[in-house]
T-cell receptor, first 114, second 112 residues
């Protein structure tokens, strides 16, 4: 199946710093990628839809100025958590649709904010 | 927007028994319903999916049924094994037809 790679797989940062997470589609082009957040023992919550060459579409309740999304190419989307705080600690997962419509997930990035 | 409800939240079965997880969705325009298995700390893995033009799909011990009229779909696992223990999520595509909205998950425990 198609491969979506995410980096870093885990990151620890101090409160107030910014963290960038990369999501790459390795063997297909993705005009659209999706960013999800998963808190412990909870479901995946859609944060935003990342569109190549245009602004991301954010879900209700997600602060666009805090979670900056850039989809600069057909194979790369980045999520930057700005001024991170402990409550932002979570598992962030990206995904992309392949031609068949199936959604493929990245490995996930576990963010811990101290 | 789309809302997906999933039941039960936890399910414990004996090895060899069947397990059934049920989901309902709210948006009649949704036409794609995948099921994912997620092991602790790992990404969700697609185990089976169904589109709105069929009512049932089976892959070995796993089957999914869809009732469009009632807007619910179910996952059936037969002859469960301990390695089936994981969290299972149902999902439905959103109004735009691209992103998936997930249910809250079911923790399945299969004891031997």
């Amino acid at each position: 199946g198609a491969v979506v790679s995410q980096h870093p797989s885990w990151v620890i940062c101090k409160s107030g710093t910014s963290v960038k997470i990369e999501c790459r589609s390795l063997d297909f082009q993705a005009t659209t990628m999706f960013w999800y957040r998963q808190f412990p023992k909870q479901s995946l919550m859609l944060m935003a839809t990342s569109n190549e060459g245009s602004k991301a579409t954010y879900e209700q309740g997600v602060e666009k100025d805090k979670f900056l999304i850039n989809h600069a190419s057909l194979t790369l989307s980045t999520l930057t958590v700005t001024s991170a705080h402990p409550e932002d600690s979570s598992f962030y997962i990206c995904s992309a649709n392949e031609d068949t419509g199936e959604l493929f997930f990245g490995e996930g990035s576990r963010l811990t904010v101290l | 927007g789309e809302n997906v409800e999933q039941h039960p939240s936890t399910l414990s079965v004996q090895e060899g028994d069947s397990a059934v997880i049920k989901c309902t969705y709210s948006d009649s325009a949704s036409n794609y319903f995948p099921w994912y298995k997620q092991e602790l700390g790992k990404r969700p893995q697609l185990i089976i999916d169904i589109r709105s033009n069929v009512g049932e799909k089976k892959d070995q011990r796993i089957a999914v049924t869809l009732n469009k009229t009632a807007k619910h779909f179910s996952l059936h696992i037969t002859e469960t094994q301990p390695e089936d223990s994981a969290v299972y999520f149902c999902a439905a595509n959103n109004q735009a037809g691209t992103a998936l909205i997930f249910g809250k998950g079911t923790t399945l425990s299969v004891s031997s």
